[in-house]
């Protein structure tokens, strides 16, 4: 089905282990977006990516890897967790970057 | 990035329309009025935006004050599945080396009563 899709819904995982969360999306669109949304911060950009092999740095980026090989695929990994990395994590990606972001359902990580 | 003001909580009946309020007085002449929703358990949703004029589509209407510095999303007539948690955003429209992010406030909650 087209739209943006995220891998896993929900996860729990240990403090010090490597998780990745998969973003998808059949749209072609140039850019997409990992945020993360906690209770009293709204949602905080992590990473982004202008096109593939392009990436850059948002406003919470420490503790996170991203990797754009293909066009269509956007996952972010955390390379050790801890458990303020315990949030819901969203994806979203738009064709140019003044167009409307399309998001997926979200993850939902709880780190242990 | 410009502020947005919006109430905490709004509640409205099924059927009836509603507006919801949004301030911000310090736009400036490049930035857009976007407005996302985030129903429960899911990922938030592109509902509309606009830069002067008032505008519409399927989902909503944006009523954008002559000077800018408020607006209002009008849902014609709500439905239960209308109840979530709207956010006004201001996007510049002259990117430049900007990455586009949206910046999300804490929104207003939408209860709609049967």
């Known amino acids: 089905d087209a739209g943006i899709t995220q891998s896993p819904r929900y996860k729990i995982t240990e403090t010090g282990r490597q998780v990745t969360l998969m973003c998808h999306q059949t749209w072609s669109h140039s850019y997409m977006f990992w945020y993360r949304q906690d209770l009293g911060h709204g949602l905080r950009l992590i990473y982004y990516s202008a096109a593939a092999d392009i990436t850059d740095k948002g406003e919470v980026p420490d503790g996170y890897v991203v990797s754009r090989s293909k066009t269509e695929n956007f996952p972010l990994t955390l390379e050790s967790a801890t458990r303020s990395q315990t949030s819901v994590y969203f994806c979203?990606?738009?064709?140019?970057?003044?167009?409307?972001?399309?998001f997926g359902d979200g993850t939902r990580l709880s780190i242990l | 990035d410009a502020k947005t003001t919006q109430p905490n909580s709004m509640e409205s009946n099924e059927e009836e329309p509603v507006h919801l309020p949004c301030n911000h007085s310090?736009?400036?002449?490049?930035?857009?009025i976007h407005w996302y929703r985030q129903l429960p358990s899911q990922g938030p949703e592109y509902v509309i935006h606009?830069?002067?004029s008032n505008v519409n589509n399927r989902m909503a209407s944006l009523a954008i004050a002559e000077d800018r510095k408020s607006s209002t999303l009008i849902l014609h007539r709500a439905t239960l599945r209308d109840a979530a948690v709207y956010y006004c955003i201001l996007r510049d429209s002259d990117y430049g080396g900007s990455q586009g992010n949206l910046i999300f406030g804490k929104g207003t909650k939408l209860s709609v009563k049967p």
């Open positions: 310090t736009i400036s002449g490049t930035d857009y």
């Open positions: 606009g830069l002067t």
């Open positions: 979203a990606s738009s064709h140019r970057v003044d167009q409307p972001q399309h």
